[in-house]
């Protein structure tokens, strides 16, 4: 409070828009989580796999600042633009992708004090109209990088692209009929009315979740990226920094996911709630926060169990279980919706 | 016969098939996740894949030149390079081969030693095979688990031999060193442990969805075509081709063990990958019989342990090491030739020798079983898609050094 005193009074909301987009649960978390959650894959696979993991670097943590070193690493290679690549793109589209994957989070409250920062009440369709940017430029890069194994990634990226965002649609939508609103504050307010989303509508929370691992690309729908196939997928050319940031980014885009997974099926910032910007954005949103990243370590840790599924057969299964259940899903929500 | 293409490569059937509209060229390899020490060529029209060429000869060192330059004691280290994870069963044919031509046969017990550590190298070989299919499908777990579970067996061999991988440990006429006193309770719990762990991997492996999904009804050869591609080994026994050397041309004291040859019909990637945990079964079998009925003895043929100065007598006595006398080390067989035939991890090892009467071998040629199975690459992946090329690739456990002779 006393450093808020000298600011003046019309600065306020920007200063806590500022704080919301870039330290919490905004950019400087996103990096650090990524710090986490990267460690964490590593880590739980290698327990599952009867071997350390990460551990020399900073060896009290456990390794936790292993990706650090990789980065340093990968800063000091070479970054190689070959012969034949759409230049632009190439040198640009990581970026983009990093920036799309970053912008979701944006639109997705973490704290009932949300509407004072950024009042919309379509935050819902905001946030999954941002998901879903990232796949298109995925797509360009494949084409820019000039490598049939980039290509070939980027044609599956296609394929399942389509396959899967019609039951994410229509998981969107059986979301708003349960809810009736697009407003994700409200949303958390009904679920706190009632019980959280996932009893609700369960099948909406399989399907939504089978959804973030193939857009992701967790395993087992690592198609896109299938390194016994395809090296790296559309990343196949990027080397140095670059290949950091496109590492980088589906864990990013898991966290975007991840959130709107919290506030839509887990209750978000329920149990707490409050009023103000501490008390009713960062405390609540620490609770937000933490069943995103639990839903993210469920997520990663399935690499430690499942082999990769197969292009035909993931796009078979997206056009007609994981379709077949949206639809339910729909019912469900529309039967569930008439009787709360 | 009549409907395979066995047209031979040439330069204008490539250039005809890359001109199609509409077909890619992929270059698998030498430097890709997915190819090991070789270039597989693959054209994909969509995502099926119309040809597929695998180029090896990567790392040819040329075994059988380097061999005939040499003595032949001096070839054994040689013989084993090409498949460093099944060094034991590559050292007996080379060995019965050899012995053949020397006339002469290693007395029980030496034969019951070769027996038991060819075994441990079957074992070792085929929990490598199933890490490599593993990690070709997409799960470091397998992988990890499998190249881990080897581990106990290595220790193990490293305890007899003092090597983990290659061990040198078959000479003529027997073997270098005796087994130590506690062998035998240790390989038990190693047996014991393995044991456990199949149970392990047939919960996250062989019974997951996924892998289900992938593996069965892929890659597909029938036992009739297996044949006449001439594929050997656990593949030709996923087929229904219930061919082990083993057992349908016994050598050294396999004749003495009572075991199973595990055959499948199914003849797809998925049986490839169950007949080796069938196979795997089998050797812990021969191994339990191998160390309830070996006898006691000598490990040396009798010649050789006579010409040893009587140092060479008391350290053999006392710590059950052959030490190489000048005759063990500068062998001249007779004029003559001779073959063998052994079934290692991957399948049948052919040697062939001739000896010209002097101190090296005039001619020796090995054909290996990874070579034997190249059939797959040309017949059976056209026709699948691209993601099938690595699920057939690991299946038939296809080792390029070992094609290559490296």
Not at chain 1, 286 to 310: D, E, G, Q, W
Not at chain 2, 163 to 176: F, Q
Not at chain 2, 297 to 307: L, M, S, W
Not at chain 2, 362 to 375: D, G, H, I, K
Request: include cysteine.
């Amino acid at each position: 409070m006393s450093i808020l005193y000298f600011i003046p009074a019309q600065w306020l909301p920007l200063i806590e828009s500022g704080f919301y987009a870039l330290i919490f649960p905004g950019f400087v978390t996103i990096l650090l989580l990524a710090f986490f959650i990267i460690w964490f894959e590593r880590k739980a696979a290698a327990r599952v796999q009867m071997r350390y993991g990460p551990l020399w670097v900073s060896r009290k943590t456990g390794g936790l600042i292993q990706l650090l070193a990789d980065m340093i690493r990968f800063s000091f290679q070479e970054f190689i633009v070959p012969e034949g690549v759409d230049f632009l793109p190439f040198i640009f589209l990581p970026g983009f992708l990093l920036a799309f994957a970053v912008l979701p989070t944006i639109f997705i409250p973490i704290g009932p004090d949300y509407a004072r920062i950024f009042p919309s009440s379509y935050t819902l369709l905001l946030a999954s109209a941002f998901t879903l940017v990232i796949p298109i430029y995925l797509i360009v890069v494949g084409w820019a990088a000039d490598n049939k194994f980039s290509f070939i990634g980027a044609l599956r990226e296609g394929y399942l692209l389509i396959s899967y965002e019609v039951p994410y649609l229509l998981v969107i939508a059986s979301a708003f009929l349960l809810y009736r609103t697009l407003d994700l504050v409200k949303i958390v307010n009904i679920q706190a009315a009632s019980v959280p989303g996932i009893i609700l509508n369960p099948v909406a929370a399989i399907v939504y979740l089978l959804v973030v691992i193939r857009s992701t690309g967790r395993v087992p729908y690592d198609i896109v990226e299938a390194d016994s196939e395809l090296i790296f997928g559309p990343y196949t050319e990027y080397s140095s920094l670059m290949f950091g940031f496109v590492m980088g980014v589906p864990y990013i885009e898991l966290y975007g996911y991840s959130l709107l997974f919290a506030t839509l099926f887990l209750g978000g910032w329920i149990p707490l709630t409050g009023a103000g910007f501490v008390g009713g954005l960062i405390i609540p949103g620490i609770v937000t926060f933490v069943k995103a990243v639990l839903v993210m370590c469920l997520l990663v840790f399935l690499r430690a169990v499942y082999p990769r599924y197969k292009l035909d057969k993931a796009i078979k299964t997206g056009w007609t279980w994981v379709l077949y259940l949206a639809f339910v899903s729909l019912l469900i929500s529309a039967f569930v919706s008439y009787l709360i | 016969m009549s409907n395979i293409t066995t047209a031979p490569f040439t330069y204008e059937s490539l250039s005809q098939l890359t001109m199609k509209e509409g077909v890619l060229e992929l270059q698998v390899g030498p430097a890709h996740a997915g190819s090991g020490h070789m270039r597989i060529l693959v054209w994909v029209e969509g995502d099926t894949v119309v040809k597929v060429d695998p180029d090896i000869g990567f790392v040819h060192r040329g075994v059988e030149k380097l061999s005939e330059d040499r003595l032949y004691v001096k070839a054994i280290p040689i013989v084993e390079r090409p498949n460093l994870v099944d060094t034991v069963n590559a050292n007996l044919g080379y060995i019965i081969a050899l012995e053949k031509l020397l006339g002469l046969e290693a007395p029980p017990r030496a034969q019951y030693i070769r027996v038991i550590t060819a075994e441990i190298s079957r074992i070792i070989s085929h929990l490598y095979g199933i890490a490599i299919y593993g990690i070709f499908m997409g799960s470091s777990t397998v992988f990890m688990w499998a190249l881990a579970d080897r581990e106990p067996f290595i220790d193990i061999m490293e305890e007899l031999t003092g090597a983990r991988l290659t061990y040198s440990h078959i000479i003529p006429g027997g073997v270098r060193w005796d087994l130590p006193k506690d062998f035998g309770e240790r390989l038990e719990v190693a047996l014991k442990y393995l044991e456990g762990r199949v149970s392990d991997y047939e919960k996250i492996w062989m019974n997951n969805p996924v892998v289900r999904a992938r593996a069965e009804g892929v890659g597909i050869l029938s036992g009739a075509k297996a044949t006449e591609l001439g594929v050997v080994g656990p593949n030709l026994r996923a087929s229904g081709v219930k061919c082990d050397v083993r057992k349908c041309a016994p050598y050294s004291v396999y004749s003495d063990f009572d075991f199973d040859v595990p055959t499948f019909k199914e003849g797809d990637s998925y049986a490839r990958l169950l007949i080796r945990v069938e196979e795997i079964k089998q050797s812990i079998s021969i191994l339990r019989q191998a160390l309830k009925n070996i006898p006691e003895g000598k490990i040396i043929y009798e010649d050789y342990y006579k010409r040893m100065t009587p140092l060479m007598k008391s350290i053999y006595d006392e710590k059950g090491r052959v030490k190489f006398t000048s005759l063990l080390t500068s062998l001249s067989p007779p004029k003559g030739q001779s073959f063998s035939r052994v079934e290692g991890g991957r399948g049948e090892i052919f040697f062939y020798l001739i000896s010209d009467g002097t101190k090296n071998p005039y001619r020796f040629r090995v054909v290996t079983p990874s070579f034997r199975n190249l059939p797959y690459f040309t017949h059976v992946m056209p026709g699948h898609k691209l993601a099938d090329v690595p699920v057939i690739y690991g299946s038939i456990d296809y080792f390029p050094p070992e094609a290559d002779r490296r």
